[in-house]
């Protein structure tokens, strides 16, 4: 089942549960997807522009939550906690630190990298195989201690 199937049968749940929160997050999903596939011509999004979708919905709510955090607006924060929550229902299954660490080391040795000057190059063969199954944050953080290490 494709995503946007999966979303319209969990937003016929939502509406009968009477789940406001998640139907408001599904249907926002729905949009952007839609939104994306106008905005490339396509009638239909493949699996990795749709997941490309997700990716931009979850970090533009992971990057509200910090702000609301920092500001302290915690009904804001746990509002956006509980969205996050639904938005990663859909998102693949996230990789663990030791299997980011086996790619991280791996996508070095191709790219030759030997230090932080290399970042960008290590950065550009990571994302592509890691797409959606792990935080951009998180592999720049092991990519530097990786390359603090050679």
């Known amino acids: ?37 106008i905005k490339l011509g ?15 919905e979850l970090k533009q709510r992971k990057d509200s939550l910090h702000e609301f955090e920092k500001a302290g607006r915690e009904d804001l924060a746990e509002k956006l906690r509980n969205e996050i929550n639904y938005v ?16 991280i080391r791996e996508t070095i040795q191709q790219t030759g990298a030997s230090s932080k000057a290399d970042m960008g190059k290590v950065m550009g063969a990571i994302m592509p195989k890691v797409k959606g199954k792990a935080d951009g944050a998180l592999i720049s953080k092991l990519v530097q201690e990786h390359l603090s290490k050679s």
């Open 88 to 103: 990663n229902v859909y998102m693949p299954e996230q990789l663990t630190d030791d299997e980011l660490s086996d790619i």
């Open 42 to 56: 396509k009638g239909q999004l493949s699996e990795d522009e749709e997941l490309t979708v997700l990716s931009r």
């Open 1 to 37: 089942m494709n995503l946007l199937a999966r979303l319209d049968e969990d937003m016929k749940q939502a509406m009968k549960s009477k789940e406001k929160e998640k139907l408001s997050v599904i249907r926002m999903l729905k949009a952007a997807l839609q939104n994306e596939a």
